[in-house]
């Protein structure tokens, strides 16, 4: 039933005024009657069925409290006798129990549950009934877990807190009960209990009574049994109930609510304070059991705050203070909107979501006595505690700073671990806490403040996003209020106890702390803003000491207080996989407008020029997700987590924003940047004075100080780095999305018009870290980051070695003295000086324009092929950043864009190799980088010449560790020329038709005429178009001519390689060899209309770009290969040998067969032998085989051919065959098998008829290809070995003109006799198979025989 549909109601009769009302009145009091009588009858007869408690607790459940309130004493009554029943024969000792009716726990249980409905909708009419009432209930609600269920005595103490939330204040407008809020402050609203709004009717004001002395021994003793009840619950451990403990704090913060006085609730603060503390440290290790319940920590949390906040509230304090009010409250005469932002301030809301943090065990924490003894408070009424006497401290000074001595020393114990409880709840309940503390006892708790705000401050950076979200509005408050809870005053305090503390927790074993500690660090330096850390920084002296402590935390010396699990983690994998260097070898690393891939990469240059041709942009973004940038220095993951370097990186980078001249700070970044770069000066300082003294690196690094110099340089790179990384808009992101959560909130604030006082540096919506790098800033940074890279690429730091392998150690029994810490310390070193990138995000496109690009490009290219995998990975990274924030869709447009500057530095190592040995890597890596090195070609004829130079015959025995380097460079260069040798004929041909459209349009005599511009243009384009032929044939000729010789390399690596370039070198030959043709022709189109036109000066210029070498490259250069060729083929490397014979069968088709016609009957035995002989049989050695001849510098041994592999043989085998096919099928090059067609054929047969099942398919496919040729010589020597060994069913001839086999061939007597073996010549373990000649005969007769055609 609802309240308007009930009637009015008089208060002073105590009738419903109308009729339906009077009838409502009837059925409700029938009702509760039946019920009532129901109840008295229970109570004499306890056996009865309890049944009808169901109906009667919907029955109170459904009714308003305006109909129950008439009757409240009616039905009060039994439900009471029932209370006490229940209650008595509980108590009671076991032998008098025997004696007394027991009521049944579902009584008992049905019983409370109807009186705590009754209690919840109904108020109290007097004094004496509230302690009638309260003492019956204290009575059920002490009895002991073997007395009571968990159910009774959880309801009992529900009936408390209906009693408690349900009293009313009286109408007297000057009463005390005016004076408090009514309910708990931090009272969540789902548990918000009914509250009654008008006053009471009655005469006495119970809510007065309560803060009355008369009343404090009663509120002593709920307190008491409220607290020791939850208490007893944590106890039973997983046996306690969770939920009493709730309900028994919950009731005890709606009764110091409604008791709301500080005089009445003084005296018993030490005790609830130390149990409320005991729940607090219980909670750092029970994370079960009732001890463990989240809620009811969460409910202690709230209570403990709101009981301080009653009794230690700084405005009831004034006289203990001494302390005027203005003076505690922030109260201004002239400005009275202090003590209204301050009511804003305490009533900000908590947004939850939780956290997972692990808590760490404390031992504080004592239990304490009962605050009064249970024994008092027996049978109570209002004279009795009258007669008790008052409980009553004065809240003196002393008194103040003492409690508040003994508050801060369990709050200390606390708090700091509760502020990263793993439970949502728990923190929501803490910042709640401080909320209230620091809004209302900041000055009487002045030895808790900065502890509270450092817990603030640690949950304003949590994980969880609404629980950040509220400390952050909360502190933002705090900032900027100019109050007491100005916390401007205490930063310093703070700033300098976190300092002092922070290399002791980092150094530590407890990481949960040290994250801690470098959070609150990093928040109260954010909060605060620049201009406070500019005065901490200001003196020199405190500003080393402050670097000194983070070069403390983040020193490589620290890398041993880990574990052994996280240093086996941080070892680094021997191998790195570089995103750039697979971007640039399959053509590009971007598939569409930005978005990457990782995975395999298809390999070809033809990907590129079509990515060339979208706008692709390489955001930061996109580099941000692929890699970490900045990233953890490799030492710091054995000392902390990626959570605590970021923290203490956040610091650092504060610093450096801090620092830009835009903050009043002019030439401090500079100043200060100066100090940890002093370790590097220091050590380029050292390494010039070891150069100087021809001192060993193991000499100089064990030297006193070396190492740890070294180390020290690591360190403040990385130090440098971070701190200059503030200065980018990339971490002022950063700190964006950390620190601004609640921008609803600032909204909110200012749709309200706050207004602040002019000294306040915060501004809603816009931080004061917020800067824009205008010119003269820019000018100042420039010059910092010129002096810092002056370090940074400084050759001294460079020189120091990474391995043992390395070319800047003396001698290999130095490289074997040299301790690996060196090289680490070496390798970090160079790691975090690769923070190059860091410069370039902070500068922008003014850091290519300042010359940074050009200093650091080489360097960074040369660190591609440092044998360190984490220094190859750091430069791949910074490459990206460089191209991205240059404009560069790509490393490798980066790359071609300053490829001038990279050559130029190339070509100058090139000249002193012994003093740059790694130069031919580094040329290798630029041209593989830049992947279209097609449009750099002219800058590469200097390189290529001195490339060539190197790896003639003294070259190479100078430097043979090189010569694999050289040839790799050699190979992009080729790979370049041909890329642009297959667009050359195409592009020619296109313009010989242009110039044939264009005569016939216009005729040959009066076109020149017509349009003179025009064929001016066109002769210079023509001209043009001839240099740059000539320039790319000149290349792939001089890649030819370098890499022939070393076809002949023993070495597999380098005559693989020279096979690529010797390919790639013919096919672009030929291309420009085609494209001069179709010059040629457009050359002859133009003469004849320069004839008609009698321009014969025009005539002469197109003459004077002729050259007669053009037309003949390809056949002289073929001739200079052939030799080299037969030389690798004779090699006893199957690899190679294979390779070869693919590189012979496609340089054949591009020459044409003509020319190899007399090299294949001069030289083919070289071929043929391979297979003369089975794979799985032993090869026969011919004595007419000449040993090879030996230089005197080789030192040279000639493997047998036994050691190889049957398979790897066969698959040399397979490859012969395979060329024999193709050479074969292809009518332009057939005719160079036309001289030895018997002696191949005859051996493929051989192969063909064997048992050597491995071969049949490629043998097969090469009689396929020969039949094309000669179809009768296949089909002849075939059918010998077919008809020979077939002697029934023997089919006839393909044609009736045919004869009879028996009629061409003779039977054969032996094996020596058949055609192929007269034709082949001797072969060894090629055994003839029957059901391998019937299943290549049957094969060819269907494939070949039938009809024949050239492909």
Partial sequence: MELEEEGEFDKLTGDFTDEASQAQFSNTFAELQAYSLRLLELHQNPNQSPSFFTSFFNFLQKSSAQSLQPFFDYVLFPLLLLLDAATECRSKAKEERKMISKVSDKVAESVVMCLEQLLSKCYLGSVDQMVVLTTKLAKAATLSPSEASEEFREGTIKCFRAVFSSLRGCSDNFCSCNQILGFPELLESNTLQRSFSKASESGECLVAFLQSLDASVAVGYWLSFLLKDADTEAARGHRGSGKLRVEAFLTLRWLVAKVGNADALAYFLPGVVSQFNKVLHVSKTMITGAAGSVEAI????????????????????????????????????????????????????????????????DNDGELVNMITPKSEFKELSTDSMKRKGSLHVARTKDWIEETSAHVNKLLCATFPHICVHPAKKVRKGLLAA???????????????????????????????????????????????????????????????????????VVLGSDESLALSQAQKLLVIIYYS?????????????????????????????????????????????????????????????????????????????????????????????????????PCTPPWFVTVGSQKLYQALAGTLRLVGLSLVPDFESEGQLSVITDIPLGHLHRLVSEVRVREYNTESWQSWYNRTGSGHLLRQAGTAACIINEMLFGLSDEAFDTFTKMFQKSKTVREEARQSGAEFTDGQRYKFGESTWKTKLKKAVKSHLIDCVGKIMHAYVSSEVWDLPTDRKSSLLQSDKEAEDITLHFFRDTAILHQEINGIGIFALCLGKDFASSGFLHLSLYLLLENLISSNSQVRSASDAVLHVLSATSGYPTVGHLVLANADYVIDSICRQLRHLDLNPHVPNVLAAMLSYIGVAYKIL????????????????????????????????VAEIMKASKHEADSLPSQAESYLMHIKSKISEQGSGSCYDNDTGEWESILYNLNDCKR????????????????IPLLASEKQAACLVALDIVENGIVTIAKVEEAYRHEKETKEEIEEVLRSSSVYHRQDNLDAADDGADENRLLPAMNKLWPFLVICIQSNNPVAVRRCLSVISNVVQICGGDFFSRRFHTDGPHFWKLLSTSPFQKKHKLKEAKAPLLLPYRNTSISSDDSLAEVSNMKVQVAVLNMIADLSRNEKSASALEVVLKKVSGLVVGVACSGVVGLRDASINALSGLASIDPDLIWLLLADVYYSLKKRNLPSPPTSDFPEISEILPPCLSPKEYLYVQYGGQSYGFDVDFSSVDTVFRKLHAQSFSYQMYS
Avoid at 447 to 475: H, K, N, P, Y
Wanted: hydrophobic share 40%.
């Fill in 298 to 361: 969460d409910q202690a949390m709230r209570g403990l705050a709101e009981y301080l906040m009653m009794v230690l509230q700084d405005d009831v304090n004034l006289s203990g203070l001494d302390m005027p009010k203005n003076v505690i409250s922030g109260y201004d005469p002239n400005n009275n909107k202090s003590s209204s932002f301050l009511e804003e301030l305490r009533r900000l809301r908590i947004k939850p979501e939780g956290q997972n943090t692990i808590v760490e065990e």
């Fill in 434 to 504: 401080i909320r209230g503390l620091l809004s209302n006892c900041s000055y009487t708790l002045k030895d808790s403040r900065l502890m509270l705000l450092e817990c603030l401050c640690v949950m304003v950076v949590g994980d969880d996003e609404e629980i950040s979200a509220a400390a952050q509005e909360f502190l933002e408050c705090l900032f900027l209020y100019s109050g007491k809870h100005c916390v401007k005053f205490d930063v310093s305090d703070i700033f300098g106890r976190l300092i002092e503390m922070l290399p002791k």
């Fill in 529 to 629: 803003g620049p201009q406070f850390l500019l005065d901490q920084l200001q003196s020199p002296v405190s500003a080393a000491r402050f670097l000194d402590v983070f070069t403390i935390c983040l020193g490589q010396n620290s890398a041993f207080t880990g574990s052994l699990d996280k240093l086996i983690l941080a070892r680094p994998s021997s191998t790195g996989f570089l995103h750039s260097i697979a971007e640039l070898q399959a053509g590009a690393h971007l598939t569409d407008y930005g978005q990457t891939f990782i995975g395999s990469v298809p390999s070809g240059i033809s990907k590129l020029t079509a990515i060339q041709e979208k706008p692709i942009q390489c955001p930061w973004e996109t580099i941000r997700k692929t890699y970490e940038f």
């Fill in 938 to 969: 002219p800058l590469l004829e200097e390189p290529m010449r001195s490339v060539s130079q190197e790896l003639q015959i003294l070259g190479r025995h100078q430097h043979p560790d090189l010569n694999i380097s050289f040839l790799k460079a």
């Fill in 1028 to 1043: 740059y032929r000539r320039t790319v044939g000149s290349i792939a000729g001089s890649c030819l001519t370098t890499a």
